[in-house]
């Protein structure tokens, strides 16, 4: 008994289609073979066997084609040839450059056959052979015995017959060369839509006649299907009044590459812009280089922060010392009695020196790491106290207006980040005005998932320098009143906090925007596990004025009974309670909050397996532990 396997399955049915298609291809009529791209026989039909008499070695697959001709040339099948070698070398070339073709031809025996020749799209060719001796000898029947008919009329009857048959043939190569062009159409634009950058093309009226339908994965808000639509009609008009002056120098035979920002996403788009040869438009390739230009700058920054650290490190203690002999020296002179003109100098130096001291600081903090630390933040109440810092420093009749559209909730957000950062902008608005005007700061909600904070002046703008570099260390338009420093550390903090930075001019002044994360903070059901009374209320107070409830437990016992209360969504828990660990409160369903006075080597610390929170803590450094917890982070605050 024979067992297959699944391979040896596989092989019997490949045989058995074989075999069927071998004998299908034996009962058409007409002689057909099949011939692969190194003119090797891949296929051939029993009627070709019989029509040119050949023995059974010249058709098995793999027989050349040459071997087969000269089989042909030496019986004769073309007639008498002085250099048969030659003949044959003659019909293997053509076949080589093989092209579609019909042609009809008399045998040695006097029969005739039509011969129809295609390229296949693999390679190779295929050729069927049509015997029309029959039709052959009706025509001359027919001119034998119509003498009434004129030799004219013969003539183009028998010129109508062929050209039928040859357009016949041509048919059919045409429709093969059109299903060839079907495919490669459909796989080419297949390819150029998996290409993740929107490429087109635009008539010399600024419309779409071309799009690979990636034009939403560039410019977010668009459509996809924009053939047929304008530029202003696929971009909206803000990105439109960027994109038509380099279309129209494209269109008029100028290539253009160039970048802009989407004013809807903040995203940052390279366009490239190539005339059409034709002059019929340009070709657009559109690709989002967001990710890279935030490493360049990052890269630019980093470098700069490195510098400053590398400053502060080598210089910052020498200087300290410095500045501290002068304040002290400058300080005893100011006690004296001393001329007026000496009295204003010893001032002069004491403010310089307080400046080269506050200077050192900020690069200090500038190159130093610090991380965010986000809690529930009341929006409003804290724009109205930033304005409240800020109005005191205003040139006199400056006014500083504040608008806040979000609704009553708090936000997790970094108050400390994000009051530096305004009071910085708000400042510089200040400077950059040389006198009284009008600031607005405004926050409001962009979509569902960002809070942009704006400020914005009516004082002279940036200058095309400053919008390009302003967010540079260093960087000063202040000449010797800035040290170049602030709006470097508004774009370092915001970054951190995982939002953008962006600077323009609008027509009333200049205006700077900071796109933040949108998380509203979520009142939580907080279980607070602490066995000292005083801690415990303390704790607890800090809790609901975070806006949390809070169910409290006074031992590991008692947490452990209730820690399975519906509503539940947090334990905050004393690492060492008096019945045990409150490492035995972790790993649940519930996110978890250790508190500890333990140091962080401890090894009863080092097992924890949630954020730990160190004692003491004021509530701001609760708030970014509960936050942290939340979000599934675990690092220690």
Same mark, same amino acid.
């Given at each position: ?104 031809? +008399? ?239 010893? +001032? ?290």
């Amino acid at each position: 008994m024979l067992t297959l396997t699944p391979e040896g399955d596989r092989m019997e049915t490949t045989a058995q289609l074989n075999d069927l298609t071998r004998s299908a291809l034996n009962l058409i009529g007409q002689a057909l073979t099949i011939f692969d791209a190194d003119l090797r026989l891949a296929v051939a039909n029993r009627p070709f066997q019989d029509m040119f008499d050949l023995p059974e070695s010249l058709i098995q697959p793999g027989t050349t084609f040459e071997d087969t001709i000269r089989f042909m040339v030496e019986r004769g099948e073309y007639g008498p040839q002085a250099d048969p070698d030659a003949a044959v070398a003659m019909r293997v070339e053509q076949a080589r450059a093989f092209q579609a073709h019909y042609l009809e031809r +008399q045998r040695p025996d006097g029969r005739w056959i039509a011969v129809e020749g295609a390229p296949l799209a693999q390679g190779g060719w295929i050729a069927v052979y049509t015997d029309i001796t029959a039709t052959k000898r009706q025509e001359a029947l027919l001119r034998a015995r119509s003498e009434e008919l004129s030799e004219q009329l013969l003539t183009h009857a028998e010129q109508l017959a062929a050209a039928n048959r040859e357009l016949a043939a041509t048919n059919a190569a045409l429709q093969e060369a059109q299903a060839i062009l079907t495919r490669t159409e459909a796989h080419t634009r297949q390819v150029i839509e998996m290409i993740p950058a929107h490429i087109a093309h635009m008539d010399d009226q600024l419309r779409y006649t071309f799009s690979n339908r990636r034009l939403p994965s560039v410019f977010p808000g668009t459509n996809a299907e924009i053939v047929g639509l304008t530029l202003q009609e696929a971009h909206g008009p803000d990105a439109a009044r960027t994109l038509v002056p380099p279309m129209e120098n494209a269109l008029a035979g100028d290539p253009q590459v160039f970048e802009m920002t989407h004013p809807g996403s903040g995203r940052r788009i390279r366009i490239a812009l190539t005339p059409d040869r034709a002059g019929h438009g340009v070709y657009i390739l559109s690709t989002d280089v967001t990710a890279e230009v935030q490493a360049r700058e990052a890269l630019s920054h980093a470098s700069k922060r490195q510098l400053a650290a590398r400053l502060t490190s080598g210089l910052a203690h020498d200087f300290g010392n410095l500045l501290t002999i002068i304040l002290g020296l400058q300080g005893r002179l100011a006690g004296a009695d001393l001329p007026p003109g000496s009295a204003a100098d010893v +001032q002069g130096t004491l403010a310089a020196a307080r400046r080269g001291a506050a200077l050192l600081e900020r690069l200090a903090r500038i190159s130093g790491p610090r991380q965010p630390s986000p809690q529930p933040v009341d929006l409003p109440a804290l724009l109205t106290e930033t304005a409240a810092l800020a109005r005191p420093s205003l040139h006199d009749g400056t006014e500083l207006a504040v608008s806040c559209t979000l609704p009553d909730q708090r936000l997790i957000l970094d108050p400390g980040f994000l009051q530096d950062s305004l009071l910085n902008l708000i400042l510089n608005a200040n400077a950059a005005m040389a006198g009284p005007g009008r600031i607005a700061l405004t926050a409001r909600a962009e979509g569902s998932d960002w809070l942009l904070l704006t400020v914005t002046d009516t004082g002279p703008g940036f200058s095309p320098e400053a919008l390009q570099r302003g967010t540079e260390p260093f960087f000063s338009t202040k000449q010797a009143q800035g040290s170049g420093l602030g709006l470097s550390m508004v774009y370092d903090q915001t970054k951190l906090a995982g939002g953008t930075l962006r600077l323009r001019n609008t027509d009333s002044g200049a205006c700077i925007s900071i796109r933040l994360p949108l998380r509203r903070a979520t009142p939580q059901m907080v279980l607070l596990a602490e066995d000292d009374n005083t801690i415990r209320t303390s704790v607890r107070d800090m809790l609901t004025s975070l806006g949390h409830a809070v169910i409290e437990a006074a031992s590991l016992a008692e947490a452990r009974a209730i820690a399975d209360l519906p509503g539940l969504t947090l334990i905050l828990s004393d690492l060492q309670l008096g019945d045990g660990s409150g490492l035995d409160l972790t790993g649940g369903p519930l996110p978890c909050v250790l508190m500890t006075s333990l140091p962080p080597s401890d090894p009863a610390r080092l097992a924890a397996n949630c954020p730990v929170l160190t004692k003491p803590f004021d509530a701001a450094r609760l708030a970014a532990a509960l936050a942290k917890a939340i979000s599934g982070t675990m690092p220690d605050v």
